[in-house]
């Protein structure tokens, strides 16, 4: 028995004595050692990709160092567990998503009374008739209800409109040489007192004999 086993100690002895087989250790070791040493890489550069903490990438590389050579692939395996599953870039992509699917719906506009959908052009809701829009007094644009001023043409709905309120002149000016209105009516006025003092001008008026072509009575 003893001899059996010390020729297979020889035998293996013999076959690690072999140079050809040592140089074939020696790279399988230090193929090891490259895969240990790039694991850890790895985790650095995906924690980095993972996380915007800039400790955690270093944690990483440290929990595959810490696993040996040997046993290396043990953290690997642990590193995937514990890891995050998205990326920063796909966190990103995906918030962008997000943002644009909910800026699309605001555009869509809707009713705030039934919340139907409605067009930006309409007036009035056909479903509820609630008021949606208004018509500006001073190009015929729509506005919007909540508008304090009129985008199209800048008519501030808010400020009354105080030209319409102011008088209007109905006097109109008068030469400097026509004789004012008093003095026309005073000197009219003046004319009829002295004419009704006088008497009649026409003396035909008062003896119609003396007219023209009558004779005078015997």
């Known amino acids: ?25 020696q790279a399988l070791v230090f193929y090891v050692v490259i895969l240990w040493l790039a694991s850890a890489y ?13 400790v955690l990438p270093y944690l990483a590389a440290a929990l595959i160092i810490l696993f040996t050579p040997i046993l290396f692939l043990a953290g690997v395996i642990v590193y995937r567990v514990v890891r995050p599953q998205e990326k920063i870039g796909e966190v990103y992509e995906r918030n962008l998503a997000e943002e644009a699917l909910l800026a699309e719906v605001e555009t869509i506009k809707t009713c705030p009374s039934c919340s139907r959908r409605v067009n930006e052009e309409w007036i009035i ?13 001073n190009c015929g ?9 009129c985008a199209w043409c800048g008519k501030d709905f808010e400020r009354t409109d ?49 007219a023209p072509g009558s004779y005078p009575e015997p």
Do not use: H, K
């Open 1 to 25: 028995m003893d001899q059996i086993l010390g020729t297979i100690t020889d035998t293996i002895g013999g076959f690690f004595s072999n140079p050809v087989v040592q140089l074939a250790i």
């Open 42 to 54: 790895w985790a650095f550069r995906d924690m980095q990709l993972r996380s915007e903490n800039p």
């Open 125 to 137: 809701c056909p479903t509820c008739r609630t008021r949606l829009n208004r018509v500006c007094a």
């Open 141 to 149: 644009r729509l506005v919007g209800l909540d508008w304090s001023l």
């Open 162 to 210: 105080v030209a319409s309120y102011e008088p209007i002149a109905t006097e109109m000016p008068q030469p400097i040489d026509a004789p004012t209105t008093s003095g026309s009516s005073a000197a009219l006025r003046t004319g009829s007192r002295s004419s009704s003092l006088r008497g009649p001008s026409n003396p035909t008026s008062q003896n119609p004999s003396s």
